[in-house]
């Protein structure tokens, strides 16, 4: 593949180093995206061999790393300025959907959302620090126990006197 103006050494480190892990992905998924777990997941479209749809799919990882910051998700305006980027064979139209799972495979593929480009963003799906309320203090879900700060039982009245005697409060 020729790669596009943009595209830097750091870009190609970055794609060896996601490569065999996505080759491993790619030969491992779903064929029949009715049996996929996940559907989203599953492609839908008759898919290739890795040979066949390395190129657009690294295309599509590393234009993330670029333009992440500006389209955190795919979208007419991004898929302009790739399809004129796009140097490789087959054409645009063939390649378009491998390109657009690279992009949105990316993410996870770095481990994370980040571009060199812009600043690491929370992700929606990450939980709150579990602060000793939790699985940490084998708490679970609907076990009874506090869930938080000011969830615990107030003492009881002989319990508050005890422990302003030990205190010396009382």
Known sequence: MNHPTWWTPEDSNAWERRRLSLRRQWQTRPSDPQSAPDRDS???EDVGTWQEVEDPIAY???????FADRYPRWNDALERELSGDWRGQPSWPHVRFYVRHGYELAPAAEGSAE??????????DAQPADQGYGASHGYRPGHDGPSGPGDAP????SQATTTQKRDGQA
């Open 154 to 157: 107030a003492p009881l009245p």
């Open 42 to 44: 599953a492609l839908t």
């Open 60 to 66: 599509g990882c590393v234009a993330h790393r670029h």
């Open 115 to 124: 571009s060199p480009h812009s600043s690491p963003r929370p992700s929606s």
